[in-house]
């Protein structure tokens, strides 16, 4: 599933980048390009790479993921 529209980034390469060491949004954006133009997907990013174990968030966004 696409994540970020604007730069076409699926759910599956953000959780990919954040395994591998992305930490922040901003390590995101550097390395993917998420949120760097509407920035409509910033809080679903941030949920998902406070899934995997990273310091980005774990706000209501990421509840939302977490029975999937
Ligand atoms: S959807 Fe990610 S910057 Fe627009």
Redesign the pocket.
């Known amino acids: 599933m696409y994540v ?4 076409g980034i699926t759910e599956r390469e953000i959780v990919a980048a954040a395994t591998l060491g992305c930490a922040t949004l901003e390590d995101l954006r550097r390395d993917l390009g ?8 910033e809080p679903v990013a941030r949920a998902l790479i406070g899934r995997v174990g990273g310091h980005c968030g774990n706000g209501p966004a990421a509840q939302s993921w977490a029975g999937d």
Request: charged share 10%.
């Open positions: 970020c529209n604007c730069n998420v949120a760097t133009c509407c920035g409509k997907c």
